[in-house]
T-cell receptor, first 112, second 111 residues
Framework: QKEVEQNSGPLSVPEGAIASLNCTYS??????FFWYRQYSGKSPELIMS????GDKEDGRFTAQLNKASQYVSLLIRDSQPSDSATYLC????????????FGSGTRLSIRP | DADVTQTPRNRITKTGKRIMLECSQT?????MYWYRQDPGLGLQLIYY???????NKGEISDGYSVSRQAQAKFSLSLESAIPNQTALYFC??????????FGPGTRLTVL
């Protein structure tokens, strides 16, 4: 079992709709959770951090964390073509407190 | 100015050559990391360093070496490059336990 799992996609969402990206993790004592956006050939860019259960909103982005279910998600409202990218889930803390564990990413495509 | 810089941005080299990729940061972070990414795949950790005297191997360190010359500088070397080391290489930095910030990457091609 991978430590951080994501559906590789591609996930295709119409413009203006809500895109929902999901991530599960295996280390129950993980403490910090991150979402990165990566455009093709570019470096990952941090878009959200979340540390406690519940929702955290930042503009069109909402991160949701459920530690009991070991599940973190990212919602993108009013999806735009510029949101088309690969989204990486990352988890820190727990048994591997020394470093972040990245998922392999979900490719999101916003169709006009 | 960029907080994390990498040089060179692109490099084409031949099998057997020694290559050094450099990373510098102005974020004041203690922790620095080197990753490689192959097309369509996730990030693989090569080496990481928590301070100048602390260097640790990641999941794919074979064929690579690193040097932490200062808090702000972390270099990755390929002693004898081979074609399957063709990839995108990213440097990243973080403060203790927090999110990582990535450099722009180096595209390395080994012929």
């Amino acid at each position: 079992q991978k430590e951080v799992e994501q559906n590789s996609g591609p996930l295709s969402v119409p413009e203006g709709a809500i895109a929902s990206l999901n991530c599960t993790y295996s280390d129950r004592v993980s403490q910090s959770f991150f979402w990165y956006r990566q455009y093709s050939g570019k470096s990952p860019e941090l878009i959200m951090s979340i540390y406690s259960n519940g929702d955290k909103e930042d503009g069109r982005f909402t991160a949701q964390l459920n530690k009991a279910s070991q599940y973190v998600s990212l919602l993108i409202r009013d999806s735009q073509p510029s949101d088309s990218a690969t989204y990486l889930c990352a988890v820190n803390g727990g048994s591997s407190a020394s470093k972040i564990i990245f998922g392999s990413g979900t490719r999101l495509s916003i169709r006009p | 100015d960029a907080d994390v810089t990498q040089t060179p941005r692109n490099r084409i080299t031949k099998t057997g050559k020694r290559i050094m990729l450099e990373c510098s940061q102005t974020k004041g972070h203690d922790r620095m990391y080197w990753y490689r990414q192959d097309p369509g795949l996730g990030l693989q950790l090569i080496y990481y360093s928590f301070d100048v005297k602390d260097i640790n191997k990641g999941e794919i360190s074979d064929g690579y070496s690193v040097s932490r010359q200062a808090q702000a500088k972390f270099s990755l070397s390929l002693e004898s490059a081979i074609p399957n080391q063709t990839a995108l290489y990213f440097c990243a930095t973080s403060a203790l336990g927090n999110e990582q910030f990535f450099g722009p990457g180096t595209r390395l091609t080994v012929l």
